[in-house]
């Protein structure tokens, strides 16, 4: 097989990681973590959505939608039980509890439409901190 060969096969190879259980419903939490709608908990109804002085981010915009996460579901401890099982399933390697976490190492076995979910849940939940632009791990959610 000549390099061309090898060149024409990679563009239509798919990764088989990308089919396990794990990555597969790591992207069905992500489709599932918000639903459409501001939020209406009692604190955003009181302050007609103003969101001044959260700690976490309770409304997104998606795609020009307004969105809110599902509390219920998206706790830190629930997003990283998630995180880990997809990690190990993709990578075959624990996954990091501290430090920066490798975003795109998450976003090559995160659908692409759903990468733009990825950052504000994991803000939101309280998984990571935003530090100087990195995306770090919370000693806590571990």
Avoid: I
Wanted: aromatic content about 10%; glycine content about 6%; overall charge neutral.
């Amino acid at each position: 097989m000549n390099t061309d060969d090898k060149m024409t096969g990679d563009l239509f190879e798919v990764d088989k990681r990308l089919s396990l259980k794990p990555v597969v419903d790591f992207n069905a939490y992500l489709r599932s973590a918000f639903v459409d709608g501001p939020c209406t908990c009692v604190r955003c109804a009181a302050g007609n959505g103003d969101e001044t002085g959260y700690a976490f981010q309770h409304t997104f915009n998606f795609e020009a939608k307004p969105v809110q996460r599902r509390f219920a579901s998206t706790a830190g401890s629930d997003v990283l039980m998630a995180l880990k099982k997809a990690w190990l399933s993709y990578t075959k390697a624990e996954l990091p509890l501290s430090g920066v976490l490798a975003l795109e190492t998450v976003k090559a076995f995160v659908e692409p439409q759903l990468h733009k979910r990825l950052a504000p849940l994991f803000l939101a939940s309280g998984l990571v901190k935003d530090v100087e632009g990195s995306l770090c791990l919370l000693p806590q959610a571990a």
